[in-house]
């Protein structure tokens, strides 16, 4: 089966940027949709951007104008340009495909 790694995590101070990137092994990437989750201490796992396999792409509200998700089907690449991070961006954040299972995700903290 289809495994996703996430990386690209870590600690920055609101306002800052990371850019996570999510790589399938194997799989036929390129005909799939891809989403990022994130599932933040005592809360649910959120959607936070899709993009189909024609590159086409929504968001929740709560990042719109400050995440891009973007994909590479020659590196089997998705990623997640977060800008203006803010603490309640704080969560591990995930990505998946319909093909593929969950990942161990990474984790983005937000603190000064």
């Known amino acids: 089966q289809v495994q996703l790694v996430e990386s690209g995590g870590g600690l920055v101070q609101p306002g800052g940027s990371l850019r996570l990137s999510c790589a399938a092994s194997?799989?036929?990437?390129?005909?799939?949709?891809m989403n990022w989750y994130r599932q933040a201490p005592g809360k649910q796992r959120e959607l936070v951007a899709t993009?189909?396999?024609?590159?086409?792409?929504t968001y929740a509200d709560s990042v719109k104008g400050r995440f891009i998700i973007s994909r590479d089907n020659a590196k089997k690449t998705a990623y997640l340009q977060m800008n203006s991070l803010k603490p309640d961006d704080t969560a591990v954040y995930y990505c998946?495909?319909?093909?593929?299972?969950w990942g161990q995700g990474t984790q983005v903290t937000v603190s000064s």
């Open positions: 998946k495909s319909r093909e593929a299972t």
């Open positions: 194997g799989g036929f990437f390129r005909l799939y949709g």
């Open positions: 993009i189909t396999s024609d590159g086409s792409t």
